[in-house]
């Protein structure tokens, strides 16, 4: 849109020489907890958005929380104050009140196209919350095509708001500076500074703040800006999911369940699948049926590859995520019935054993295995969706298309094909495999190669469990609660 930049520099040459009474934005950055809590409380609309942006980032020392971040956002937002429209559209991009684009754009457009443009005169007159602001509105496909992307604009801002030492603003500052030559097929002005990124997220780090400990987890498990280091990769990947952030909660769990830096610790694996199963219930009881299973053999004394024996692995972290979504702290009320019978720990939320505590800068220990990739989704298969038959399971029943469906499901030798392993499972549970079915539940549930279908996903997991499958049985445990939880 080429107004666009025209209402900038409009804006810019009207009010950038103003300077506003204040500056917000470094006030509740310097600012305390303790004050910065007491000013939201007795009304201050600023304070009540910033203190949300806090709950989402885990700024400030705060734990995670989704809740307290819309509680506060919500509240700033009855207001129609910028800052708290901005953050109640940022929530809207990621479960559970997103991802909904229509609503981001509404949000995001109301803050940019505010007729007095209160967050570009904020932004002129210093304040770094406004500068994250717009380059987070700037980064953000639910807006066009009303507004045009603009990393370059982006970055300045990024940038401005880093300098004064806004977190956030620093960990989207260093991925530009890792990954500038990746980014949008766009050409921007900030050359590709590889430690100069990891410079940034180190300093962050030290601030405790999840994302910037999340993405330098990447830069050590990939060597990006630093050497390959699985065992940094882990501690630092585990800070942030020891404060709630979702995404690393399934990579440490991942760790953990293939022993990607020492001895497999399945226990462990669960108990941070199951951290991670409010946030992403999908991807998180998926990941808990896959370590039950890998229990189960280990129980079972099957010496089989654990990495043969793996679903979709978590996905290996490579590739940026420039606007990463808030992860969501667990709610001890939903955490799996499953994990009491996995493991003998307690359920500990606020921090989790681990063996690696305050580990060293080793050197990666050769050998180690490298995680299965994440299959390609972008299929769109339309198979025929049977229910399940009344027929009796038995795990007596021939697996020639079971051990087939498998190659297809998992990689095996083949492409991997959910669409082609689908008939076979079908078939096969037709006929009465209980494993089989039990897969069927899985691709139901995840909207693997079929429609997503919970009904359907637990009337194959109750025929499986009916046949006599032990991992199917938990997984419909598993299930059900969630599904109370909704």
Not at 94 to 118: I, Q
Not at 249 to 266: D, E, M, N, R, S
Not at 276 to 286: G, H, I
Not at 443 to 450: A, C, D, E, P, Q
């Amino acid at each position: 849109m080429h107004y666009i930049p025209k209402i900038l520099l409009l804006i810019h040459l009207l009010f950038g020489p103003i300077l506003l009474s204040g500056n917000e934005g470094s006030k509740w950055m310097e600012s305390d907890l303790k004050n910065l809590e007491s000013s939201a409380q007795d009304g201050d609309s600023y304070a009540q958005a910033f203190l949300a942006l806090c709950y989402i980032h885990g700024d400030k020392g705060l734990e995670i929380s989704f809740d307290k971040a819309s509680y506060w956002a919500n509240l700033s937002t009855e207001t129609n104050h910028w800052l708290g429209l901005f953050t109640t559209g940022y929530l809207y991009r990621f479960p559970p009140l997103g991802s909904n684009a229509e609503k981001v754009s509404s949000y995001y457009n109301k803050v940019f196209k505010d007729p007095d443009g209160m967050v570009v005169k904020n932004a002129n007159a210093g304040d770094p919350i406004a500068s994250y602001v717009l380059a987070e509105i700037f980064t953000a496909e639910e807006v066009e095509p009303d507004l045009s992307a603009d990393l370059q604009f982006a970055a300045k801002h990024y940038a401005s708001a880093s300098i004064v030492g806004y977190g956030p603003a620093s960990v989207q500052h260093a991925l530009l500076k890792l990954h500038a030559n990746a980014i949008g097929g766009q050409n921007i002005n900030i050359g590709k500074d590889l430690s100069g990124g990891v410079s940034i997220l180190e300093e962050v780090a030290k601030k405790q703040l999840p994302a910037a400990h999340h993405f330098l987890g990447r830069c050590y498990f990939k060597g990006i800006g630093v050497e390959e280091d699985y065992k940094m990769a882990l501690v630092h990947f585990q800070a942030a999911a020891d404060r709630g952030y979702t995404t690393s909660q399934l990579i440490v769990a991942h760790f953990y369940a293939y022993g990607l830096t020492g001895p497999a610790k399945i226990d462990l694996a669960l108990r941070y699948a199951n951290l991670a199963l409010l946030q992403d219930r999908e991807n998180a009881s998926e990941k808990i049926y896959e370590y039950e299973q890998l229990l189960a053999n280990q129980t079972n004394g099957n010496t089989q590859s654990l990495m043969q024996q793996s679903d979709n692995s978590v996905p290996s972290p490579t590739n940026p995520s420039y606007n990463e979504p808030p992860p969501l702290p667990p709610d001890p009320s939903i955490i799996s019935t499953t994990e009491a019978s996995s493991t003998q720990f307690k359920p500990t939320l606020n921090r989790l054993p681990s063996i690696y505590d305050n580990v060293k800068s080793d050197n990666q220990p050769s050998g180690l295995p490298t995680p299965p990739e994440l299959p390609d989704s972008s299929f769109s298969p339309s198979p025929t969706q049977q229910k399940p038959t009344s027929r009796l399971l038995s795990s007596n029943i021939p697996n020639d298309d079971l051990e087939m469906a498998k190659k297809y499901y998992f990689g095996r030798g083949v492409s991997v094909d959910p669409s082609r392993a689908y008939p076979l499972f079908l078939q096969s549970a037709n006929r009465g495999n209980p494993e089989s079915a039990r897969y069927l539940g899985i691709m139901y549930l995840r909207g693997k190669g079929v429609q997503k279908d919970t009904q359907k996903s637990l009337e194959w997991f109750s025929r499986a469990a009916q046949g006599g499958d032990e991992i199917a049985k938990k997984n419909l445990k598993t299930l059900q609660l969630m599904s109370a939880n909704r």
